[in-house]
């Protein structure tokens, strides 16, 4: 195979992923995550919320809180959610903000300080007092302060579905789609065209080497093949903190093709500020391990993992929510013919249509914290 041995020399791991896509023993091996069992080593774990190994983080802390293989190791995981993208508070010396955003004085803290306490105490024996806190600390976005918690995801949160609305019309954020709390009852689908040759460009997000952290959205929503639904204005605050999901009904002309979806605050003057966003590959939408083609044009349902955020939608701000086929080059673009992707040069545009009616209530799950 002529591409592995051209990309044999500079990058092996990824002519093993080319050539193994679905998940499996081989990769099981070198998860970590599958291991944490056999880890007996307390971990101060920091991560942020643009940061593309967010996820990793959220989840090696969760599963050692829970799995580790003592009980001093599973007390002593600590975890710290800043609002960066990946290594900005290393590579920066005010670490304040990312991308658009200055997050404010506030945003500051000495991450050396809090390593080299950590150590003095786990490899000096010296009493920090870093034991005696909180084991999460988090950055609150929206009203940008630091925030001591118990545990992660927080227990309080009250996981809240936002539903899916319009006419048929919810194409760029000039259309009909809307957001709410209520249930949708006899309603159009929404309908339009992935082209993979036209993929809706990235904007920012948990990306890496690429323009980072938060961007505008504004650009991305006025095309066709991205329909955006949004809320009314807020009256009151609203706080999300934690993990968040949208389950979406939808579908395809192709055997294969993605969704992606992405949660946006839109301020009162018009920008829209990226908050989280995700991807599903249809083939994997009932297992990493077995693939399931499509069967074109019937109705599929796809879980749509978006990681988790913190941030407070403030009064006069709304609530969006944007679903595509394409986020590139965060994600590499589906090329919708079900074929091998490493060694398919064949690509075909594929007709989605998204339901969201009483049968096919499409909806973002939304951890909202009480105040």
């Known amino acids: 195979m002529d591409w592995a041995k051209q990309l044999e020399p500079a990058a092996r791991y990824l002519t093993d992923y080319l050539r193994q896509p679905d998940d499996g023993p081989p990769w099981w091996r070198i998860n970590v995550e599958r291991q944490h069992a056999q880890i007996a080593v307390p971990m101060y774990h920091v991560t942020s919320w643009y940061d593309i190994f967010l996820q990793g983080g959220l989840a090696n802390f969760c599963g050692l809180r829970r799995h580790a293989m003592t009980e001093t190791a599973r007390a002593a995981q600590k975890l710290l959610i800043g609002p960066w993208a990946h290594l900005f508070p290393y ?6 903000g990312t991308g658009d955003i200055d997050f404010g004085p506030a945003a500051l803290i000495d991450l050396h300080e809090t390593q080299l306490r950590w150590f003095d105490h786990w490899l000096k024996g010296i009493d920090t007092g870093l034991l005696d806190e909180p084991p999460v600390k988090i950055f ?9 918690e118990r545990e992660w995801p927080l227990a309080r949160a009250r996981y809240t579905p936002y539903y899916l609305h ?7 954020a000039s259309g009909d789609g809307t957001l709410s709390h209520e249930p949708p009852g006899d309603e159009r689908a929404d309908q339009f065209v992935y082209d993979p040759d036209d993929p809706v460009p990235t ?44 389950t979406l009904y939808a579908a395809s002309s192709a055997p294969d093709t993605d969704f992606t ?43 749509i993992d978006l990681w988790a955020t913190s941030h407070v939608f403030l009064p006069g701000h709304r609530i969006r929510l944007e679903i595509a086929s394409s986020n590139f080059p965060r994600f590499d673009r ?13 690509r075909q545009s594929a007709r989605q249509t ?18």
């Open 91 to 96: 590579t920066s010396p005010s670490s304040t």
């Open 140 to 148: 609150v976005m929206g009203e940008n302060r630091w925030r001591d």
């Open 166 to 172: 319009s006419r048929g019309r919810a194409h760029s």
């Open 203 to 246: 904007h920012g997000g948990n990306t890496l080497i690429i323009a980072m952290g938060v961007q505008d959205q504004r650009p991305v929503e006025t095309r066709a093949d991205v329909l955006v639904y949004t809320s009314t204005m807020m009256s009151d605050a609203l706080e999300v903190t934690g993990p968040i999901a949208v």
């Open 261 to 303: 979806a992405k949660l946006v605050d839109v301020r009162p003057d018009g920008y829209a500020q990226n908050l989280a966003d995700g991807i599903v590959r249809a083939r994997y939408r009932e297992s990493r391990t077995s693939p399931t083609p499509l069967i074109p044009g019937e109705v599929a349902r796809f879980t």
């Open 334 to 346: 589906n090329l919708n013919t079900g074929e091998d992707q490493a060694t398919t040069t064949r």
């Open 354 to 371: 998204v339901f969201h009616d009483e049968r096919y209530p499409s909806h973002v799950v939304l951890p909202v914290i009480p105040r």
